[in-house]
Antibody, heavy 113, light 112 residues
């Protein structure tokens, strides 16, 4: 079955940009599925960030839309998340998933100076 | 946004006994295509969420048949017929009928 693995810096400075990449294996990212980012914190629980289709179409959570960009690289079978102007409130475990069906392990990202 | 409310937030259960978790949405989850995108996730300690049930009552691949889902409209239930030790974790309902997708606050299942 498809597997997903998120990677990126575990520490980001306040006001900086959080950048994560999710590599998809045992399956093609070009299939007709949506590829998602979800985060989890003790304060907010599970929060859907957004998703991208291989066509390039995206949907974002309005609460984060002004700061989020999700992109896809079909040649590398991966998709990425950028979250700008981060604060301590963005500290969370970030998961990548295929349509909230198959989930990657998650990566803890802390925002701190 | 659709608010998903789960009850109870904590459920101590004896091994071999049934368990039930309720989920209520702030508006109907019937999508314009006629389907209801209400899923249940299980998150074991230290693990990512895992899909158990999709579209109210369909068990995902490899999910034991002791798990079942039911409901309609705004009220949904996850049932475990006989709780086993490996079922310990947090259970979430989540809706995919309307953007942004949202999750319940989680129900912690623990063994008495």
């Amino acid at each position: 079955q498809v597997q997903l693995q998120a990677s990126g810096p575990g520490l980001v400075k306040p006001s900086g940009t959080l950048s994560l990449t999710c590599v998809v294996s045992n399956g093609l990212i070009s299939t007709n599925n949506w590829w998602s980012w979800v985060r989890q914190s003790p304060e907010k629980g599970l929060e859907w960030i957004g998703e991208i289709h291989p066509s390039g179409k995206t949907n974002y959570n309005p609460s984060l839309k002004s700061r989020v960009t999700i992109s896809i690289d079909r040649s590398k079978n991966q998709f990425s998340l950028k979250l700008t102007s981060v604060s301590a409130a963005d500290t969370a475990v970030y998961f990548c998933a295929r349509e909230r069906t198959f989930w990657g392990q998650g990566i803890l990202v802390s925002v701190s100076s | 946004d659709i608010v998903m409310t789960q009850t109870p937030l904590s459920s101590p259960v004896t091994l071999g006994q049934p368990a039930s978790i309720s989920c209520r949405s702030s508006q109907s989850l019937v999508n314009s295509d006629g389907d209801t995108y209400l899923n249940w996730l299980q998150q074991r300690p230290g693990q990512p969420p895992r899909l158990l049930i999709y579209k109210i009552s369909n068990r995902f691949f490899g999910v034991p048949d002791r798990f079942s889902g039911s409901g309609a409209g705004t009220d949904f239930t996850l049932r475990i017929s006989r709780v086993e030790a490996e079922d310990v974790g947090v259970y979430y309902c989540t809706q995919g009928s309307q953007l942004p997708y949202t999750f319940g606050q989680g129900t912690k299942l623990e063994i008495k």
